[in-house]
């Protein structure tokens, strides 16, 4: 059988139910799989949904093709990423796979995997895309087990958060997986909930579970400002990514949210070191810097984060997608329904409400990161590395970081042109100390692309 080499991505694997993954390539990428996590030597694999309505067919044939390579199954069910994250530790787990394809449209569906409690990344999947085409598996069949993750997940969290008063909370799971866990944990942790398409339907009718596109989540904003709510929160399609409204129902920039994760931590813990990816803003660093912690800037993607932070025995990372990382009271892995906690952790010490918070942070001009399509037949990391040149020709004195698309530093501004590692756009965002610096960095960044046909709108 054709599969197409395109769905195994950098930090997944995913396509179109009935396209580019279908009930038998499911089954076939679970055998393959399963031999991958043998030759590492793993035999049992904790294996997730979410639940798009493609999900159980594709679980099902999946851990068929995982059974029929000899691994024994561990049937965790209905699911969130963080929760299979989980047992890594609550079950001592060294394989798992949840099914799921995150903030993406119901049509889609994937897999995103991990060994020895990391993430697989994309030379990983591209191992197990060659044993999809080798074809030999063995013959003798692994067992399944089904094991409930949720209840030891959620022990776990309500001995690490503790409110010091009741909140309320709107909570928007875009009828996705996360309305089976958050809404249930939140009331359990003393919080008055009100609930937005909290029910369960893989269809995702209302809006896609996308925490940062904030058009999505116009019913959520309502609710807080009519309730009278401390917080409004939304979550992805797996539950890593985390989306955060003040009780104005302004949308917290997850910038802004690390910062005040960092400066909790930071007053915690004495000199932490912090991980943030490629894109994030010279305020967050001066600000981390200036509560003690050392920063550390990393290539974008929650593999990366997680690698970097364990390297240099980071104990807080970040990323401004809303992936967040806490290793100072947990297990370093990015998990929206804690990181949603420990902002209410906070809001719940605080004798201000969290727009306050937010707005006694300092800030620079910028802009948001900004994607832009890069024209069919092009190569975006060709053009990124031309516009890179180009910059460095004409700016030597400034100073590059050049792990993760380009950014430059100008000592009163910067800028960020990334080519995506999933989606055929290039990245940008630029940031400086004056409004004028700030539309120079703009302009040079738009003409460098022009160049290669790229048309970039701030």
């Not at 910062?259 to 967050?284: A, G, H, Q």
């Not at 947990?330 to 201000?352: K, V």
């Amino acid at each position: 059988m054709n599969i197409s080499r395109d769905i195994f991505r950098t930090y997944d694997i995913r396509g179109i139910y009935g396209e580019d993954l279908t009930d038998e390539i499911a089954k076939i990428i679970g055998k393959a799989s399963g031999q991958f996590f043998l030759q590492n030597n793993q035999k049992k694999v904790v294996v997730g949904m979410d639940n798009r309505i493609s999900g159980p067919a594709v679980f099902e044939s999946f851990c068929s093709g995982l059974l029929e390579s000899g691994c024994d199954v561990l049937d965790a069910g209905l699911s969130q990423s963080p929760i299979v994250y989980y047992s890594w530790y609550g079950f001592d787990a060294n394989a798992s796979v949840m099914v799921t394809a995150s903030h993406n449209p119901a049509k889609y569906n994937g897999f995103k995997m991990a060994l020895n409690k990391k993430p697989l990344t994309g030379d990983d999947y591209q191992k197990i895309y060659e044993l999809c085409n080798l074809g030999r598996f063995p013959k003798e069949p692994g067992t399944r087990e089904k094991i409930d993750l949720w209840t030891k997940y959620k022990e776990e969290i309500k001995k690490n958060i503790k409110l010091q008063k009741k909140l309320k909370v709107v909570v928007d799971c875009a009828n996705g997986a996360s309305a089976a866990f958050a809404p249930e944990l939140l009331t359990e942790l003393g919080c008055e909930v009100i609930p937005i398409y909290c029910e369960l339907d893989g269809r995702f009718p209302n809006h896609d579970p996308y925490p940062q596109k904030v058009e999505y989540y116009t019913e959520l904003i309502k609710a807080v400002k009519e309730k009278g709510a401390d917080a409004g929160l939304s979550f992805d399609g797996d539950g890593d990514r985390l989306g955060v409204y003040d009780e104005k129902g302004n949308f917290v920039e997850n910038d802004r949210l690390a910062m005040i994760f960092s400066e909790d931590i930071c007053l915690k813990n004495p000199n932490p070191k912090i991980v943030m990816n490629i894109s994030t803003s010279l305020s967050v660093i001066e600000h981390i810097e200036n509560c003690g912690g050392t920063f550390i800037l990393w290539k974008t993607g929650y593999p990366n984060i997680t690698e970097k932070m364990r390297e240099e025995n980071a104990i807080f990372g970040g990323e401004i997608s809303g992936h967040f990382f806490f290793r100072d009271r947990y297990f370093g892995y990015d998990d929206a329904l804690y990181a949603a906690f420990r902002t209410l952790e906070i809001i719940s010490n605080s004798s201000e409400p969290l727009s306050l918070l937010i707005e006694k942070l300092p800030r620079y001009f910028e802009t948001r990161e900004i994607r832009v399509q890069v024209p069919e037949g092009k190569d975006k990391f060709a053009i990124s590395n031309a516009a890179a040149e180009e910059i460095k020709n004409e700016f030597p004195e400034a100073k590059f970081y050049d792990f993760d698309g380009i950014r430059f530093d100008l000592g009163d501004g910067w800028g960020l042109i990334r080519p995506s590692n999933t989606e055929p756009v290039i990245g940008t965002r630029a940031e400086a100390k004056s409004m004028e610096k700030l539309e120079e960095i703009k302009d040079l960044i738009k003409n460098k692309l022009k160049k290669h046909e790229v048309n970039l709108s701030w």
